[in-house]
């Protein structure tokens, strides 16, 4: 008894990586270990759920879990008792996120994978509060453990689960299995498990079409729809990150999205009293107007615009970026009336403020920005540049094309050298990573849409010798040994600005 409820005790004190190391350091992580033979089930339970708090998030620690312990979790997974089922593929989830077994360790895949979508579908206790977090733990940001749990038909175990608590029947039924009778109300209990489906889903849909393709099919639709409109902000901002999930699929399943209605509750989400709500709105809108005309003249009338440029000039990072980043979705491929309509609210004068922010993220968005912008016809091209003004355009290029120049040097083997003795200027080396991946890139892409489409603008540029310069050493450099970040096309035309370029000189 004593000993179940110290490592009870121990789980709720270890949130931090400092204390993790503090209760390590003071012993506690083999006396719990031993509590895992002990034969007494609580304990057991207790000591599982302390050694997974203690390992999440920390390899130092989950390096110390040797084979022996690791076979006990297993054989915990395989046995009768639900929730302990649940503690250990909690705990050997903690342990897999740490990097700390070795890629032949199929057991996650085919044992511990399994058992969480089997435990979506145990009432026992909370069980099915707490599985789908630890599913979406376990497969979030891998394609493989997405197409693992795609095989294991853990999407449709969860379109179910999602179902059975979005019904409105169960809302008015009090014999309902959902929840623990007389802990909490069955309403709270239901809202809880709505948003950690919600959230498993959107782990489990994010990074691969099939995986959203057999969620759709699942008809998981209607219930996130249902969420968004939810009376509690994480149930909607799980909801958010489902359709915003959903939303990378490619055109059809996107047009889906749209028929099912999805569009309205988002666009009324972003003004939700919660920011955070706001950003996960704004996220899977950006992805619903990217190349989809029905979906932006919707967002456009709907005067989702002024929100969006509300956002691109907020002091939240988070919700600056997201709107950023939706004014330049909302540019793609646009007409000309669309984009001056896009300009109209945010102004060439604060365009040029995000082409100078601090955060290169920012700063690459603003970037794509103006990319979108002088894709089209020459007509397009003239309307920027008259807008930016033609010098400060160019001095922007200049700056992106030869970022160095901001470093006191000429070239990145003089940056790299400058910096690769000395352990103070990590932060120097990442400035000048982020300029070569997060504003190069775009930059060259304005060079070869500003240039392709009429002699002026190309004029213009060749009339910078360090932007020709640029453009050339890059190519060089780069591109056409490496290919990196930039398609066969943007290739060829640079390569043809950069001909140009040598042929008729600056």
């Known amino acids: 008894m004593i000993a179940e409820f110290t490592a009870a005790i121990i789980a709720k004190f270890c949130d931090t990586q400092l204390q993790q190391l503090q209760l390590e350091r003071a012993g506690a992580a083999q006396p719990l270990v031993n509590l895992l033979s002990s034969g007494c089930i609580k304990a057991q339970e207790a000591a599982l759920d302390a050694i997974a708090t203690l390992c999440r998030e920390n390899k130092e620690l989950a390096m110390n879990s040797n084979q022996l312990t690791t076979n006990t979790m297993l054989d915990f997974v395989k046995g009768k008792s639900s929730n302990m089922r649940l503690i250990a593929a909690t705990c050997l989830t903690n342990l897999y996120r740490t990097g700390v077994f070795s890629e032949y360790f199929n057991e996650i895949t085919l044992v511990v994978l399994p058992a969480l979508v089997k435990l979506l579908q145990d009432s026992t206790d909370d069980v099915q509060e707490r599985a789908p977090l630890v599913l979406a733990d376990l497969i979030k940001d891998s394609k493989e453990m997405q197409k693992a749990a795609y095989d294991a038909d853990a999407i449709s175990r969860l379109a179910e689960l999602l179902a059975s608590v979005s019904s409105v029947d169960i809302e008015e039924d009090n014999s309902s299995q959902v929840g623990v009778p007389g802990i909490g109300s069955m309403a709270k209990k239901k809202e809880k498990i709505k948003e950690n489906t919600l959230i498993a889903i959107a782990a489990a849909?994010?990074?691969?079409?099939?995986?959203?393709?057999?969620?759709?099919?699942?008809?998981?639709?209607?219930?996130?729809?249902?969420?968004?409109?939810?009376?509690?902000?994480?149930?909607?901002?799980?909801?958010?990150?489902?359709?915003?999930?959903?939303?990378?699929?490619?055109?059809?399943?996107?047009?889906?999205?749209?028929?099912?209605?999805?569009?309205?509750?988002?666009?009324k989400l972003l003004y939700d009293e919660s920011t955070v709500v706001q950003a996960a709105a704004c996220g899977a809108l950006c992805n619903l107007v990217l190349e989809f005309s029905p979906m932006k003249k919707s967002v456009i009338e709907a005067g989702a615009i002024k929100r969006f440029v509300e956002?691109?000039?907020?002091?939240?990072?988070?919700?600056?970026?997201?709107?950023?980043?939706?004014?330049?979705?909302?540019?793609?491929?646009?007409?000309?009336?669309?984009?001056?309509?896009?300009?109209?609210?945010?102004?060439?004068?604060?365009?040029?403020?995000?082409?100078?922010?601090?955060?290169?993220?920012?700063?690459?968005q603003a970037l794509e920005i103006v990319r979108n912008l002088v894709f089209g016809k020459?007509?397009?091209?003239?309307?920027?540049?008259?807008?930016?003004?033609?010098?400060?355009?160019?001095?922007?290029?200049?700056?992106?094309?030869?970022?160095t120049s901001s470093m006191g040097v000429e070239d990145e083997e003089e940056a790299m050298t400058a910096v690769s003795f000395d352990t103070c200027c990590i932060f120097q080396i990442a400035l000048y990573l982020s300029f070569i991946f997060q504003t190069l890139v775009p930059a060259l892409y304005i060079v070869v849409n500003m240039s392709s489409n009429a002699e002026a603008p190309k004029t213009a540029l060749m009339s910078r010798t360090n932007i020709v310069n640029s453009v050339i050493h890059h190519l060089v450099k780069y591109f056409m040994r490496k290919r990196k970040k930039l398609d066969d096309i943007t290739i060829q035309n640079t390569y043809r600005f950069s001909l140009s370029c040598i042929y008729t000189g600056p």
């Open 378 to 403: 020459q007509e397009d091209t003239d309307w920027v540049i008259e807008g930016i003004g033609k010098d400060d355009l160019l001095d922007v290029l200049e700056s992106k094309l030869h970022p």
């Open 205 to 267: 849909t994010l990074l691969k079409e099939e995986c959203r393709t057999q969620a759709i099919e699942a008809k998981i639709l209607p219930h996130i729809i249902s969420g968004l409109y939810s009376k509690q902000s994480n149930v909607r901002l799980a909801a958010c990150q489902a359709a915003k999930s959903l939303s990378r699929s490619v055109s059809h399943l996107r047009t889906s999205l749209v028929d099912a209605g999805v569009a309205a509750p988002l666009i």
């Open 311 to 364: 956002y691109s000039q907020s002091n939240d990072i988070n919700l600056q970026l997201n709107g950023v980043w939706a004014l330049n979705n909302l540019l793609f491929r646009a007409d000309l009336q669309a984009k001056k309509s896009v300009m109209e609210a945010l102004t060439f004068d604060a365009l040029i403020e995000l082409l100078h922010e601090p955060v290169p993220t920012i700063q690459e």
